[in-house]
């Protein structure tokens, strides 16, 4: 009975104890199945990573291939504080942003060159061209003790962000000083539009479009919109290809004849053959859209040079910006066109050559061929041959630009 006793109490402790490790035993699974359930399902490290690739991926779509992958740090100078973007006003006419990137003194001669930067965050295609135009710009520009390159870009705020960072990375081996100014663009359509309002109707693609908008028609007015202050400037296109120093582009302007205004090169495409055959049916005889070098085929507004001076004082040409003497040409001429203020000094330098300079078909060299391939492959040779040497390319119509 002794023993029964002893094995009932050894018997009902081993019971206590397997009833305790039981416990223990069931709320460790529990509490495994809780990180699984609530773990494996929700934060663990293969969903969080998954959810951050699907965030970037979304972040990059949303961004319209903006490259994302260029510095936005501000530079810094040895030896100086730490260089930021500054808020100015260019002349009291337009906002601007400069990057203090290098040093410049008031008395320092300035070049100025714009360019319109506008829904390039929008485009790969257009960031890829102006990574090229810069790129080569900085490559081969070379300018003298005492100047400073001014390069001034018509942007909206999107376009602008990117852009500053861009150009941080593009003119960092720049061997020159520089400055950078942004202008915005619903700004000075709004001071243009009533200057060009009455042009736009002759040589627009119509509502909506590219070249509908009052801002590409900058340089035919540019004299009204910036400070007397600056007397002149270049006007790049972005589908550019610098093989020569920029500086020697300005050097062109000392070549302007008497009453010249405005420096150019001319079309070389059969574009004003084609836009104006009304005129040329009725004139048989004409110059006008022939090829050179005794025809006029036109001109091509991706390199200019707009003396403003010149422009301001040019009793002609200003009479030519007003509404009833743009409206009384293009009826004269027949004219309807579609590349704004190309179409705009094509038509008036038919009237009035003696306004523009013709700068060497090597400052703008144009590689589209386009026309080529509609309706003119007979005749095309002879407007797009162009002898001597390249000074820029223009990859225009998106057409691809040699490597040197």
């Not at 998954?50 to 100078?77: F, G, M």
């Not at 008031?106 to 390039?120: E, S």
């Not at 027949?334 to 590349?339: A, E, K, S």
Request: proline share 4%.
């Amino acid at each position: 009975m002794g023993i029964l006793r002893l094995v009932v109490r050894i018997m009902g402790r081993i019971s206590t104890f397997r009833s305790y490790q039981f416990v223990l035993l069931l709320a460790a699974a529990l509490a495994v199945v809780a990180f699984y359930y609530f773990g494996s399902e929700r934060q663990n490290f293969s969903t969080t990573t998954k959810r951050i690739k699907q965030t970037q991926a979304s972040h990059n779509t949303n961004r319209n291939d903006a490259d994302l992958t260029v510095d936005t740090r501000l530079p810094h100078t040895a030896g100086s504080e730490e260089q930021g973007w500054e808020e100015q006003d260019v002349g009291g006419e337009s906002e601007g942003f400069r990057p203090r990137m290098v040093d410049s003194d008031a008395g320092d001669r300035r070049y100025h060159a714009l360019m319109m930067f506008t829904k390039v965050d929008k485009s790969r295609s257009l960031q890829d061209k102006f990574k090229v135009a810069m790129l080569s710009m900085v490559k081969h520009g070379r300018f003298q003790e005492g100047e400073v390159l001014v390069l001034h870009f018509v942007s909206d705020p999107t376009s602008k962000e990117l852009g500053e960072r861009m150009l941080q990375e593009f003119l960092l081996d720049a061997t020159f000083k520089y400055e950078v100014l942004f202008h915005d663009v619903v700004a000075l359509t709004q001071k243009l539009f009533p200057i060009v309002e009455a042009m736009q109707k002759h040589f627009s693609a119509g509502s909506g479009a590219y070249y509908s908008d009052a801002i590409f028609f900058l340089s035919v007015a540019m004299h009204h919109i910036m400070p007397e202050s600056l007397t002149h400037i270049v006007q790049l296109d972005l589908d550019l290809k610098y093989r020569t120093n920029i500086r020697d582009l300005f050097q062109e302007f000392d070549q302007f004849p008497p009453g010249a205004v405005i420096g150019i090169t001319r079309e070389m495409q059969p574009v004003y053959r084609h836009t104006f055959w009304q005129y040329r049916k009725e004139n048989p005889q004409t110059k006008v859209g022939e090829p050179p070098p005794d025809g006029l085929p036109g001109f091509n507004s991706g390199v200019m040079l707009l003396n403003l001076g010149a422009m301001r004082a040019s009793a002609l040409y200003n009479e030519l910006l007003e509404p009833s003497n743009v409206a009384k040409l293009a009826d004269q001429y027949r004219f309807r066109g579609h590349l704004g203020d190309q179409d705009f000094f094509t038509m008036i330098g038919m009237e009035h050559p003696e306004l523009f300079y013709s700068l060497s078909c090597g400052w703008n060299r144009q590689l589209c061929t386009w026309w080529r391939d509609h309706g003119y492959g007979d005749v095309f040779q002879l407007y797009y041959r162009c002898g001597g040497p390249v000074y820029i390319y223009h990859g225009n119509c998106n057409t691809p630009i040699p490597d040197d």
